[in-house]
């Protein structure tokens, strides 16, 4: 099963600032997802990020506020922007290999 | 469209007691079938799957039945731990690297 480093694992931010999350893979893969998961509540999806390609949105999300590159075939970032309180959540990257895996998250709380 | 509900939480049992949360789902195709478990403060964690209808997944001592008839895929465990506290989220995904649907969780918490 793939292995996935996410960092940074927590942070604290102030509103107005943005951060980026790194997500790297321990094998070559041709889609990245990015999930969030606010407190108590279940995974929602952001975005599925394609390596060459723009990524792809759901409902809800737009590249201004959530900016993913991915650069080659076992990295992707995520970038949440001009962020308020509402962003505090953990967000997640994923592989699907057979079933989905998960980087151990970034808990984000923003003051 | 597609989807996946299971049993609201919390679920409170004593230690060796029997598990039983609830899953169905609505879903084009065939889907493969995942239960995920999320430890407090950790990411999720693939528990276990099955791929096509009647398969058995199991693990740890969790087991899941894919009843395509009933759209249902069960999660059991016959004598829950402490150590089993935990988020536990079912899901479904499609062959070739598709995004995965998750239900809403289900807290388990075992008390000894």
């Known amino acids: 099963s793939a292995v996935i480093s996410q960092k940074p694992s927590r942070d604290i931010c102030q509103r107005g600032t943005s951060l980026t999350i790194q997500c790297q893979v321990d094998s070559q893969v041709t889609m990245m997802f990015w999930y969030r998961q606010q407190p108590g509540q279940s995974l929602t999806l952001i975005a599925t990020a394609n390596q060459g390609s723009e990524a792809t949105y759901e409902s809800g999300f737009v590249i201004d506020k959530f900016p993913i590159s991915r650069p080659n075939l076992t990295f992707s970032t995520l970038t949440v922007s001009n962020m308020s309180p509402e962003d505090s959540s953990i967000y997640l990257c994923?592989?699907?290999?057979?079933?989905?895996?998960f980087g151990q998250g970034t808990r984000l709380t923003v003051v | 469209g597609d989807s996946v509900t299971q049993m609201e939480g919390p679920v409170t049992l004593s230690e060796e007691a029997f598990l039983t949360i609830n899953c169905t789902y609505t879903?084009?195709?065939?889907?493969?079938l995942f239960w995920y478990v999320q430890y407090p403060g950790e990411g999720l964690q693939l528990l276990l799957k099955a791929t096509k209808a009647d398969d058995k997944g199991s693990n740890k001592g969790f087991e899941a039945t894919y009843r395509k008839e009933t759209t249902s895929f069960h999660l059991e465990k016959g004598s829950v731990q402490v150590s089993d506290s935990a988020v536990y989220f079912c899901?479904?995904?499609?062959?070739?690297?598709?995004?995965?649907?998750f239900g809403a969780g289900t807290r388990l918490f075992v008390k000894a």
């Open positions: 994923s592989v699907v290999e057979g079933g989905a895996f």
């Open positions: 879903a084009t195709g065939y889907p493969s």
């Open positions: 899901a479904l995904s499609w062959a070739g690297g598709f995004k995965t649907i």
